[in-house]
């Protein structure tokens, strides 16, 4: 039974603060969110209503998981929101080679098609599109 919870936001860790913030917002459209305060910047990857809150380069955050946010550990699935295709031509544009796909997957959405890519730590990344339904 679900009484209304919801996803608020998941945290990933990366190592290069530039260059992982140019890769989620550039290829998968995240709005990139800065906070100064407490030091150092830290950025926050928002997609909608949901939020990758990001563990980086300068941050010693608190409290963790017993076993912490390492880069290149995530397994992230972002819903695209036009077809499987125009996922694989997008991360073609963007140089971000297809690892599998597309793919028939069973997400939160039911059925779909998904296509796999890596982000420059290694996080698994997929973009799953139910436009085919």
Avoid: K
């Amino acid at each position: 039974m679900n009484d209304g919870i919801t996803l608020d936001h998941v945290v990933i860790a990366v190592s290069d603060w530039e260059r992982s913030n140019a890769f989620y917002r550039d290829v998968c459209g995240a709005e990139l969110v800065r906070l100064d305060e407490p030091p150092p910047t830290r950025w926050r990857y928002r997609f909608g209503d949901i939020q990758f809150n990001v563990h980086g380069p300068g941050m010693e955050p608190t409290p963790v998981a017993r076993i912490p946010a390492q880069p290149g550990m995530a397994d992230l699935c972002l819903v695209w929101p036009g077809t499987a295709e125009e996922a694989t031509a997008h991360l073609a544009s963007c140089g971000v080679p297809v690892e599998i796909g597309p793919v028939p997957r069973n997400g939160a959405g039911g059925p779909g098609l998904s296509v796999y890519f890596r982000d420059p730590d290694g996080s698994l990344v997929e973009f799953i599109s139910y436009a085919e339904r």
